[in-house]
């Protein structure tokens, strides 16, 4: 058995296996396929500062290897979070980590002070994919300046482990890591959905409400593991990578690539047990290649 | 009564070809099957079908608790559904099952099922338990034509049947909400069950308001997980956006914000 | 038999399926497999002003729904074009488009030059996906400055029909393609490849020689279809879409989301004889839904 | 001679398990045969097979025009290959082929071919062709263990052959370049075909230049498209780079420029 524990800005991970916001619920509905326990974190899923009913049906599509989606941070709010949700979860013995939403920097401010004051909630992870409507609909994460600016005002105020989760609908992914650095961020996470969207020819219509809808699962992972890979030569804090990881080997990859930790999204839905089984299987890896631990892999990429 | 989801590799024992758009596949529990109630349904992951990524869901059919199997009454509709009517017995099929909620126990005799298409899915299960209940329901299922027509012995061992198909080569002509059972002035029930397209629900609930029945719908969504962690499938209703994969797929019709 | 024929700035296409640079080679490797003048036009690989040996291998690697590559833009460069190929090709009996290539705004210049020299050739297809060796390798496709004037420069020089091909790679794919129809753009064409990478965890190096490549197949299907909409909205010249298609139906997508014609890029490895099968799939659709023309696909998706 | 290539759906009329690793495939062409020459090969379609995007190239083992039929000899490496194991006769196979170019005519009798793994299924065709010309070859084949060697026999028709087995369980002990054929001062042959593992072909070059054999190696590589357009294949020779679906698979070893 090799040492599976990463250490990630000061937080311990018994293993980098965590489970992507808006995959995984608030952990609950998972209890009946695997033990919690066994994670390294888990990423519950979007808080704003308002509840949120989010988007109108349909919501989904499925693609070539992936699923687009257009759920819209349906939620309930941070009061909500911090009453009901809050005291299930607190007692997980895992990182429980909250994914932040807001469509302002006060919006993002707010929930972050709140997510502050919850004693087991180690860290927050900032999703600044979504569009700003003071910019226009542009989302923070595609503006360097934004990003810089909305990380900045939530590190202020939030004191423990601030992650800051990059969409990948960008041209330069290094400039975006680089802004959260500098405006604070302790880690970075990507990859959020790609834009993306499906039609009907039989209605002609878009499948997705919206319209458009983010794109995630096996698809992305090349586009996913290139930025891991960008990112990882360009700044110095740790990174956590997710993107279409399906299996045991596709997380390996990302370690390799440079990521610290990474997180299982889409392949819950198909496989509510997978996180668990890629804990088993990173082991077994190490065991063959005998290396004794994990992060013995992280950004162990040989290209000379 | 507990609700523990399974994802289990259930073994195919049955394989009846009903017509060339239906088949019914019967499939056996590799463990003690856990309780289901009518209106629950599965997700079934489509192995070696590379256009088919997520599982896909179907409501289950029947449950026999002696042979240990359930059965899935399943529409040729696309890709995935293609392949699994390629399946033969004895080939493993993996399956999450029970999930969602279940059609409420009626607190009335006189009650009505209607079914239209695959449909008719949850509505055999629910008569076999609305049977154990000491209850005999009336039965109406739409088909197209005369040779979709299907299991009819089945629901008639259960309950009175009256079938309608689009062309009227069996039964009455037109679709099920127009079957003459619904033409008269008070309709003889106090609860009806549905499950069907959804223009035939909103019909089967616009009737059933206009007569003051109560009534229970069992909506389809475009589903990526069935356990309730995407929130790709919900439904306004009187909560608020719920989702039709945890919540429903059942819901009374008061609680619905049809579109 | 529905009318196939459309119009693109002027150049009649007998019908909207046309095959992808890099993916068709000159054409000739086709002829064992189907009539090539039963396609709307082809665009043949890109032409640089000289020699270009390409990337090492290994070149190319599978990915979920795609592949990635790393060819390099491999070719004998215009001169051996303009004397060896043209004369094999000018005689197809359907638009032969080039597709020209560069590292410097000069090169892009000196090959439009020559191509526009020969009678048969009614186009070019500008690609502004490669590196700009004077802008530190960043490609000409992300800066809008930077694709304006390329295309400007080109236009000074290049009287017939002038495609640019946008890289996917962008925060604002619009603000690429008003770049390009600023500079004179008659027609844009996208998507190119997303940038991607694969790793082969067992060797812990990167599978292509060059680390990251260029990601095509149906996974890239729901980005360039979203593209293709969102640049139908912003600019009013006739839009080339491609990326994924792999049959009729994906085909109709694209039209209906504003494309004038389709591509078939990496389709064609699997299937030679696909391009051809789509034209007869899209005749097939549009006698089904009784539409007469196909014209009226184009951009006709319902989104009220 | 025309040299046509095809896509054609073949039909599976022969499946025989080697061993746990290896297969051979009997394939009916459904109209006559294309002229196919010694090297070249197919890309085959793994229908049905999630995680295999792209055909995947395989040697064509031996023709039998009078059957009308090819044959591949498998090795089961990823997702592709097991899936390709699981045919059974009656199914059909989506095949393009002819593909390549061929080993070249030999103008001397004095023939070696070395294969080693799954490299030797070019060699039985190319034997088969030699002794069409009256020639019989040395062959020396590679295995890993001795329940993987096969078809000696059938080798054995055409030329004479040395067998070598990783653990010596049959043959001479260690791999293909270390059995004693090549230790002779003076090596009989004055053409070598060589077709295995990228480390054997080149130490076999060695051997061959060291002795001043003419010697032809079949290349493996990482294909897209196999039939020229993609230009992902190649490998770089005197002339530049070059296709190795094209210009290849058989190089003369002169022309290369191993890396
Ligand atoms: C709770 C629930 C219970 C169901 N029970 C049954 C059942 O008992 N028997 C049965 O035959 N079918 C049932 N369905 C529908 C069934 O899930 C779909 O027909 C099936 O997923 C289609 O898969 P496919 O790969 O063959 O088709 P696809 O190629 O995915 O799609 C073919 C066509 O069907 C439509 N479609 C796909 N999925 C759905 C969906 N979930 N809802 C509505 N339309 C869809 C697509 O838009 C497309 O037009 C149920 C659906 C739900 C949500
Ligand atoms: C011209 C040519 C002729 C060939 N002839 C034969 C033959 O007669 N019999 C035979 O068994 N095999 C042959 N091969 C190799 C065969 O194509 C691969 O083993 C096969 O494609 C693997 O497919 P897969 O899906 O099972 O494995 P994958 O899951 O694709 O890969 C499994 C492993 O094999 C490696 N691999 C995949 N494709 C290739 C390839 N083309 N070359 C080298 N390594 C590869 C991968 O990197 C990976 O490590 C030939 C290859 C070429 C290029
Ligand atoms: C249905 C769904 C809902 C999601 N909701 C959120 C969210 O609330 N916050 C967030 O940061 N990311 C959200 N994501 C993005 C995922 O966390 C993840 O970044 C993305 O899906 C890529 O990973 P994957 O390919 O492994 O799924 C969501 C993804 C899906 C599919
Ligand atoms: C092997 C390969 C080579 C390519 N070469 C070129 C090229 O020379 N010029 C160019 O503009 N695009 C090139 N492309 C990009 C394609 O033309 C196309 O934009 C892309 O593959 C997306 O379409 P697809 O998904 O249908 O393949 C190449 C793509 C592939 C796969
Ligand atoms: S399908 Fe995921 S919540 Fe219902
Ligand atoms: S595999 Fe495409 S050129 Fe050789």
Known sequence: ?304 | MQFNKQVQELKVTGYTRLNPRHFVLELLAPEKLPVILPGQFAQVLVEGSPSTFLRRPFSIHTVDYSRNTIRLLIQIKGEGTRHLARLKEGDSLNVMYPLGNSFSIPTTKEVLLVGGGCGVAPLLFLSQFLHQQQIRPSIVVGFRTREEVSEIEEYSRYGDVFVTTDDGTEGEKGLVVDHSIFQKERLPFAKIYCCGPDAMMKTVARLARMHRIDCEVSLENTMACGFGVCLCCITPTDKGNERVCVEGPVFNINRLKWQ
């Open chain 1, 1 to 304: 058995m090799a040492d599976l524990s990463v250490n990630i800005s000061g937080l311990t991970f018994k293993n980098p296996v965590t489970t992507a916001s808006g995959t995984f619920g608030y952990g609950d509905e998972f209890t009946d396929f695997i033990d919690i326990g066994r994670l390294g974190g888990i990423f519950v899923k979007a808080v704003t500062g308002r509840n949120r009913d989010g988007n109108a049906y349909p919501r989904m599509a499925e693609t070539a290897s992936g699923m687009l989606n257009s759920v819209g941070l349906q939620n309930k709010g941070v009061d909500h979070f911090c009453r009901e949700i809050y005291p299930k979860i607190k007692d997980f013995n895992t990182q429980v980590i909250v994914n932040v939403s807001g469509s302002t920097v006060e919006e993002y401010v707010e929930v972050a002070e709140r997510i502050n004051e919850l004693e087991n909630i180690p860290g927050i992870e900032l999703n600044i994919s979504c569009p700003n409507v003071k910019l226009g609909g542009m989302a923070f994460g595609t503006v360097p300046s934004m990003a810089t600016e909305v990380t900045r005002e939530v590190r202020n105020v939030y004191k423990k482990v601030l992650m800051v989760k990059l969409s990948p609908n960008v041209t330069s992914i290094t400039d975006l890591a680089k802004a959260v650095v500098d405006g604070g961020a302790d880690v970075v996470t990507l990859i959020n959905t790609l834009l993306g969207m499906a039609i009907d020819v039989e209605r002609r219509r878009p499948v997705l409400s919206t319209i458009t809808g983010g794109l995630s699962g096996p698809a992305i992972k090349p586009v996913a593991l290139r930025m891991v890979w960008q990112v990882h030569k360009a700044v110095n804090v740790p990174i956590i990578g997710l993107g279409g990881i399906m299996n045991a080997t596709d997380a390996i990859e990302f370690l390799l690539a440079g990521a610290s930790a990474i997180q299982v999204g889409t392949a819950n839905f198909i496989d509510p047990q997978i996180s668990v089984k890629i804990v088993d299987g990173i082991d077994a890896y190490l065991n063959k290649h005998k290396i004794n631990k994990v992060t013995d892999l992280i950004g162990a990429l040989r290209t000379e």
